[in-house]
């Protein structure tokens, strides 16, 4: 498998595959990423400075990605670790660590100085993954990131 930077082209399978993810999992439409303006144009989503996302690619095929922007409304230096979703082909095999290292080391390039991440309580093994990776629970949400319906959110200094 291959970790790159978004293409234009990727566009739609990286869309298929967060919204199919998300309906897999049970997970609202509403409050998540289903219904971001993102989502429908990833590669013009990522074209800012300090921003980046990153596609993994199997066989010619999308199989998943993740990004890091800085996290809206907040001046405290932290970024955020965005859409990160697989198909379930890609699942399961170490690839979600590795792109969350690439993302990271970006993040610490970028001139970041933490990593905010949300979720939903039943993406258990993505929670799992985040904590794997240093992520610690918050209290509470920080910045306006416009996925009401996730409750669970992590933090990571870098």
Sequence with gaps: MIIRKIEPKDNQEIEQIIKETILEFGLPTNGTA???????????????NNEVYFVLENENKIVGGAGIKALKNNTEGVCELQKMYFSPIARGKGIGSVLIKKCLQEAKNFGFSACYIETDPRMEAAIHLYKKNGFTALETSLGDTGHSSCSVWMLKTL
Excluded: F, L, P
């Design 34 to 48: 289903y219904e971001d303006i993102e989502t429908t144009k990833m590669h013009a989503s990522y074209q800012q």
